[in-house]
């Protein structure tokens, strides 16, 4: 897949599913990991303990985590955090 028909999907499929968070809140940790908030619910968002994801940063849409389907996820861990 190229990156302009990765960036039509991502742009379709947002269509489809839109959210808005009108108070959301993210923290960081020291190691770079990315904290969500408790109110979303990883159901809504198709998410699973072990899903993988891969960054894209997208022109016009802005950051994307694209799920790796089909990978075997790593085991969740909670270690240094």
Not at 53 to 68: A, H, R, T
């Amino acid at each position: 897949m190229n990156e302009f028909s990765a960036i039509r999907r991502i742009n379709t499929e947002m269509q489809q599913k839109p959210m808005i968070f009108m108070d959301y809140i993210f923290k960081t940790g020291p190691d770079g990991s990315i904290f969500f908030d408790e109110e979303l619910d990883p159901d809504l968002l198709g998410i699973k303990a072990g899903d993988r994801f891969e960054v894209v940063l997208v022109p016009g849409v802005g950051i994307v985590f694209q799920k790796m389907v089909g990978q075997v996820g790593l085991e969740p861990t909670t270690k240094g955090l």
